[in-house]
């Protein structure tokens, strides 16, 4: 069993930052399948960024430059730094691991609004 908490969201002006944080427990033994999808009103989920293995990352095209994925693995703990925020990135924030048929967390919602 694997539990995923995610926190740091809220409601931030245009052009502003926030930092997510996914703690991860149970039977972790890596953080190479972790990833960050959202969600989004009348919309459905999508990859917003990821660990690809090898230490690589990808990012979905809309968020490149933007949000940096990243992990601290002595806290099993997974961050989405998101920079330059747009009204088109509020969502609902779900970390993951192993996939759309893996473990999910709460998710955390974001708006981004001035």
């Known amino acids: 069993q694997v539990q995923l908490v995610e926190s740091g969201g809220g409601l931030v002006q245009p052009g502003g930052s926030l930092r997510l944080s996914c703690a991860a427990s149970?039977?972790?033994?890596?953080?190479?399948?972790m990833a960050w999808f959202r969600q989004a009103p009348g919309k459905k989920s999508a990859l917003v960024a990821s660990?690809?293995?090898?230490?690589?990352?990808k990012y979905a095209d809309s968020v490149k430059g933007r949000f940096t994925i990243s992990r601290d693995n002595a806290k099993s703990t997974v961050y989405l730094q998101m920079n330059t925020l747009k009204p088109e990135d509020t969502a609902v924030y779900y970390c993951?691991?192993?996939?759309?048929?893996?473990?999910w967390g709460q998710g955390t919602q974001v708006a981004v609004s001035s």
């Open positions: 149970g039977r972790i033994f890596s953080l190479d399948d």
């Open positions: 993951n691991k192993g996939g759309p048929c893996g473990s």
């Open positions: 660990f690809q293995g090898g230490g690589s990352t």
